[in-house]
């Protein structure tokens, strides 16, 4: 039997540290700050990045390089015989779609598989897991694949953020919206259904922003992901960027609470999302689970 690398990116929130803990590689995102390239979780941390957002530094981001890309492939397939690897969804960054036609070289057809299954934060991390558990269970590369990209649709995801400045900064809201939504303490709603981010509702302060959140999770747990429920199959997921450890220690406590019978998991949000919503960002889920064999 071969034997099947996971691979995915630092956007799924999981760190190089567990990653290395739990037999999953992690490629590191590159941010641009002052026209550096730093990688996540191995040149920067959090605290040094959202400082440095904060002090008005120039920040945007970019995908893995295709040379960065490939030589992981390689890397990897020293020692394994396939590669299942899982980046952000294509409907937020490019690299998905340059990871798949890289895969189409000769040297890793049929050896490298890349899952689009529209997934960032939790539920990213929640399809790295369900690749990690098929492959011991001796699920080929291409079944992996397949399946992930099956199931892609069993998560959904509401995020808040805490400042409009970096929404403003990037172009997403007007001068006149920010200054107005600041003025009101609103917050906006946004969810990613699919991999697409859209605009869900307008809020007046964090917590009611979470109870409005936590209201459209109970609506689709009623509708359609019901049977996942009933199954066990479902897990709750909180993440968030740099929020003071008391506020996001409330907020997971509230989460767990409002679903006692669920697990409740929690990622970082990525720098990547971070250098467009700020810090205090505040996003949950729903993720469904792979059924074992």
Not at 82 to 93: C, N
Not at 112 to 127: K, P
Not at 197 to 204: N, S, V
Not at 273 to 281: F, L
Request: glycine fraction near 8%.
């Amino acid at each position: 039997m071969k034997k099947i690398a996971i691979l995915t990116d630092s956007n799924c929130g999981i760190s190089p540290q567990e990653g290395k803990e739990q037999g999953i590689y992690i490629l590191p995102m590159p941010v641009i700050i002052q026209e550096q390239i730093f990688y996540e979780g191995y040149e920067i941390n959090e605290q040094q990045f959202y400082e440095r957002l904060q002090n008005g530094n120039s920040v945007t981001t970019s995908q893995p390089s295709a040379g960065v890309v490939m030589e992981s492939w390689e890397r990897l397939l020293e020692h394994y015989g396939e590669v299942v690897y899982i980046p952000m969804s294509s409907s937020l960054s490019g690299s998905c779609q340059t990871a798949q036609l890289l895969a189409e070289e000769e040297r890793f057809r049929g050896r490298v598989h890349v899952v689009d299954n529209h997934r960032i934060s939790v539920t990213q991390a929640q399809s790295v897991y369900d690749a990690k558990r098929m492959a011991k269970q001796g699920y080929s590369g291409e079944m992996i694949r397949k399946t992930l990209e099956k199931e892609a649709m069993n998560a959904t995801i509401y995020i808040t953020v805490d400042s409009l400045t970096y929404l403003k900064k990037g172009g997403r809201i007007t001068t006149a919206a920010s200054l107005l939504g600041t003025a009101l303490n609103l917050k906006p709603i946004l969810t990613i259904q699919g991999g697409k981010l859209d605009a869900y509702a307008k809020c007046r302060g964090m917590k009611t922003a979470f109870k409005k959140m936590c209201q459209a999770l109970d609506a689709e747990l009623e509708e359609r992901f019901y049977d996942l429920y009933k199954q066990g199959r479902l897990k709750a997921g909180i993440a968030s960027t740099w929020m003071e450890p008391e506020k996001l220690a409330m907020f997971r406590q509230e989460l767990k609470e409002h679903y006692p019978d669920m697990e409740c998991i929690y990622m970082p949000l990525t720098m990547s999302i971070g250098a467009h919503i700020g810090p205090g960002g505040l996003g949950i889920g729903l993720v469904g689970v792979h059924a074992e064999k």
